[in-house]
Each structure stands twice: as structure tokens, then as C-alpha cells.
């Protein structure tokens, strides 16, 4: 009955909030729309025109020279480097390699997403006339071209790829503006997945569990990378309700680990970024620190034995676990100020707080600190400054974050990132300030 219940009161909260949804929308007045001003560009000067293009062969080798991809002719501006030359052939050109339907570089890549969002922006209003449509495509392409910033990876996997493909029946959670929610169908490239960094809840339930992996494997799927805390689940000293006892939270990690290896970001080479975190004071979390370690240590005895150890998918480090995820171990200011006066410190079990094993707080960082000397994790992150400085603390709690950590928000909350190349603000050594604020976010409006 508490299931039923619980089911009923969402399903209702939903229902609510799409009625609402629907009745603001026929409410809502209309906005005039952005007006944009050109910068860097001129009226009936195309933007490409303003640049030197060449082909150049785009190829990566590995370890052995070997090489594991190569793509002929690809069309680049001529001041691009080779590194970024075999960054987009690689990962971001769409389509199969020797297809008419294969992009051939940057001058198409670039085309299909700035034609696709300026298209958005005129079909939804969010101009106030196609003229200023015309220059937002403009700026927005000498932007790209030019190297001045770039979109995060799911923009260039995704945006516009229905024109390439507007058959495709893959599936992916998308937000339905008439229905007012989110769901899960067949898009295509319809509704393209933007955001690069997803922060997952996860309850103590094998249902919950269980679609945390799907989450994360569809994610995976499109070009983005997932962070969460799994300091929900009961360890492995925990009984269960039917007898018996937990698995802990490792051998979770473990399918986890399994699924972000072998489902690449994007569809391409790239390997999925993931992130685990464990707070310090969940009983298994000496194991939790270990964890990486051990296995390193694993993969080291196998290539003394002379097994290949040159590549995270060489036969060592494939055959070993958790090397597709950061740990990170979340500490509080009670944990740290234990440390300082060298006091003890005790972790607790999940369902009743019930303390479980004591440690000396200082042995607890020395074993952080042994690790990460040792393989790099796990990482450190300092759960109550984080949540002192939280910019919205009227909802609810940080407990995670993406995989990079430059993300901390809220459970089942996504982000979009962009990179500036400041170099390209500062040509003579000076930071300019009018060429900046011309480009963030894109361009600003005015």
C-alpha cells in the first residue's frame, strides 16, 4: 500500500505541474525576441569565406603505431592544429567513414550546428527579426571557426544530426513542451541530449539500482558524462529485509565499471566519463579508498608477467575493475577537525546511524593519501564547505558531483559547458574586455 500511495501522490504532483505548464503557456505574453549585433562579422560576408581552408589527412596511432583511425581529405581551417585537426575527424564528424553521408570537416560539422540552433531560435520566436536570426548564424560561426570557444561534446555529437539521419529510432528522455513532461521514446536527433555532465540519485531499492545503470548506460550513449553518490546504499555489513546480507556499494560499481567501459561516449572512440562517490563516514569505505589501488596493484603483477600494460584497454588493465570512473571519498568538516586533533572518528550504518567500526580520523587520510600516490584515487571532496557555499540552498542538499567535480548541484540535475580560449582575448598580451563580453554566452544580446 505505501508503494500505491506513494505512485498516486506523483503521478499527481505531475499532473499539476503539466496542467500548470500548459495553462502558463497559453498565458505566458509573447517576448519581442533577442536583437544581436555583429562584432566580428559582415552583413552578406559569409563568415567561411573569411578564412583559409586545406584537407589534411587525420590519423591516430597508438601505442605501437598502429594505427586505430584515419580519415582522408578532412577540410580545416589552415591554423588549426593537428591535435584538434584529429579531435573532430575522430570523434566529432558524423556519418560512417567512406559513406557519401560522412561529414568531411569542420566547414559541414560547424554548419550543421550553428544552421540547426539558429533555426531553433527563428521557429521558437527567440529573435526578434530573421535579420537578427542572420547575425546571431554569423557571429556564432566565425566564433567556431575561429577557435574563440566551442560548445561540450554532446552539441557537436548531437545537434543537427537529424539532418544526416532523420530516420534514426534511437531512443533518449527528452521534455515534452504540449504534455509538460519529461519522456522516454524514440527522438532520433529530433530532441538531441546538449548537456555534458549529469549528477544521478540512486535510492536503496535493486530497482533503483538497477535503473541507475540504464540511466548512466544512455547517457554514455550520447556523449555525456554522469556523477553519483552511492552513499545511499546499505553496505556490506547490512542485512536485508528477507535475511541475508547487502552486497555494499563495490559490488554495485563493479556492473557500473563494466557498462561505462564498454559503452563509448558519443558512439565514437572516446571513453565514458563517470564519477562514484562514498562518504567517509559509510562502513565500507576503507574498501571504497582501496578499492583502485588494489587493482593497480593487480594490473602491475600482470604486466611483470609480461602481459600488455600500454593502454587502459590493453590485456593488464582491461582484465582489472573500477578503471572507468573517479572515486571520490566526501568528507565533512567534523571528519577533518577529527584529523587535526587526532581523534577518533566512526562510520555509521545506513538504515539507523548505528555506529559500526571506529578509526583514528588520521589513519582514515593516510589511506586516502596512500592510494591516490599510488593510482590517483580516490579524490577528495569537502561535502560541507560545498554545501555552505551552495547558490541555492532553499532546495535541497549537494551530495555529488559530475565526473570533472567543476559541477556540484543538485541530485538528477544536468549542466552545459562551453570552453573560452583566452589566448585569443589577450593576441598582444592585453585582455580584451569588449571582445569577451561579444561571445559570452555565445554572443550577447543587446
Keep these: 500500500m505505501p508503494d500505491v500511495h506513494e505512485k498516486t501522490n506523483t503521478e499527481s504532483v505531475s499532473n499539476k505541474v503539466a496542467e ?3 495553462s502558463a503557456t497559453q498565458t505566458r505574453k509573447k517576448a ?3 536583437t544581436f549585433s555583429r562584432f566580428f562579422t559582415k ?3 559569409s563568415p567561411y569565406d573569411e578564412v583559409e581552408w586545406e584537407r589534411r589527412l587525420a590519423q591516430i596511432t597508438d601505442a605501437h603505431g598502429k594505427v586505430i583511425f584515419e580519415q582522408k581529405d578532412v577540410e580545416i581551417p589552415k591554423d588549426w592544429s593537428m591535435t584538434a585537426t584529429n579531435i573532430v575527424a575522430s570523434k566529432y564528424l558524423h556519418g560512417t567513414i567512406g559513406t557519401p553521408e560522412r561529414e568531411t570537416g569542420v566547414r559541414q560539422l560547424v554548419t550543421r550546428v550553428a544552421e540547426t540552433i539558429r533555426d531553433w531560435g527563428l521557429a521558437q520566436g527567440y529573435f526578434r527579426t530573421p535579420e537578427d536570426g542572420a547575425t546571431f548564424h554569423d557571429e556564432l560561426v566565425h566564433i567556431l571557426i575561429r577557435q574563440y570557444a566551442a560548445f561540450n561534446s554532446p552539441v557537436w555529437f548531437n545537434v543537427g544530426c537529424d539532418r544526416i539521419e532523420p530516420n534514426s529510432d534511437a531512443q533518449n528522455w527528452h521534455w515534452n513542451p504540449q504534455t509538460g513532461r519529461v519522456e522516454f521514446s524514440v527522438t532520433g536527433y529530433s530532441k538531441p541530449q546538449c548537456s555534458a555532465c549529469f549528477i544521478n540519485s540512486v535510492k536503496d531499492s535493486l530497482d533503483s539500482i538497477l535503473t541507475l545503470a540504464k540511466t548512466e548506460g544512455m547517457l554514455f550513449k550520447w556523449g555525456s558524462g554522469t556523477g553519483t553518490n552511492l552513499s545511499s546504499l546499505r553496505s556490506s555489513t547490512e542485512g536485508l529485509s528477507g535475511g541475508g546480507t547487502a552486497s555494499g556499494p563495490l559490488s554495485f560499481m563493479k556492473g557500473f565499471d563494466a557498462f561505462a567501459g564498454v559503452i563509448k561516449s558519443g558512439g565514437k ?8 562517490i562514498l562518504n567517509i563516514d559509510h562502513p565500507d569505505v576503507v574498501d571504497f579508498i582501496e578499492c583502485k589501488a588494489k587493482e593497480e596493484a593487480k594490473a602491475h603483477a600482470l604486466v611483470a608477467s609480461g602481459y600488455d600494460g600500454s593502454s587502459p584497454d590493453s590485456e593488464a588493465y582491461s582484465s582489472i575493475f573500477f ?3 573517479n572515486n571520490s571519498v566526501r568528507v565533512t568538516d567534523d571528519f577533518m577537525y577529527a584529523v587535526m586533533r587526532d581523534t577518533d572518528f566512526s562510520t555509521r550504518a545506513i538504515r539507523d546511524g548505528r ?5 583514528k580520523a588520521k589513519d582514515l587520510l593516510r589511506k586516502i593519501a596512500e592510494a591516490t600516490w599510488h593510482c590517483g584515487d580516490p579524490g577528495m571532496q ?3 564547505t560545498v554545501n555552505r557555499w551552495h547558490t541555492s540552498k532553499n532546495t535541497a542538499r549537494i551530495n555529488a558531483s559530475n565526473p570533472c567535480s567543476e559541477y556540484m548541484f543538485l541530485d538528477d540535475s544536468a549542466c552545459n559547458l562551453a570552453s ?3 589566448l585569443k582575448f589577450a593576441p598582444n598580451g592585453t585582455f580584451e574586455r569588449r571582445k569577451s563580453s561579444s561571445i559570452t554566452p555565445a554572443i550577447r544580446p543587446r
Design 43 to 45: 552583413p552578406g560576408v
Design 269 to 276: 572512440t572516446r571513453r565514458a566519463a563517470k564519477m562514484v
Design 20 to 22: 500548470y505548464s500548459a
Design 32 to 34: 519581442p525576441g533577442l
Design 382 to 384: 569537502f561535502d560541507t
Design 355 to 359: 555506529p559500526v567500526a571506529t578509526y
Design 323 to 325: 578503471q572507468n570512473a
Design 420 to 422: 573560452l580560449n583566452l
